[in-house]
């Protein structure tokens, strides 16, 4: 994944997170499927060919799948407080408002 880079964007992108995170969690979804070429897709698609009575390579389970979905609120918390520094007066996009991005709504 490659978020956006503006304030804005991130602020949506992350409301984005929340809804599908909130959604996942009420349909116990506990797969995680992606269309990007490097989240091991192809791998995993060769996994199963290659034992299709063996165990499923894209389920996680609900814990791990709402783990990834916390990491991925996580990092958006972080670009935003990053973004957000550096759009301020006198603002630091070094990083050093980070530590703001690991509170949890």
Request: net charge neutral; hydrophobic share 35%.
């Amino acid at each position: 994944m490659n978020p956006p880079t503006s304030l804005t964007e991130l602020r949506t992108y992350l409301a984005s997170i929340h809804s599908f995170r909130d959604r996942i969690r009420q349909a116990n979804v506990d797969v995680e499927l992606s269309n990007h070429p490097d989240d091991h897709g192809l791998q995993r698609a060769e996994q199963l060919r290659n034992r299709p009575d063996g165990a499923n390579p894209c389920v996680l389970g609900r814990p791990r799948t709402q783990r990834f979905m916390a990491v991925m609120d996580l990092m958006l918390r972080g670009r935003a407080a990053d973004a957000e520094a550096a759009e301020t007066p006198g603002g630091d996009s070094t990083g050093a408002s980070l530590p703001r991005a690991c509170v949890t709504s």
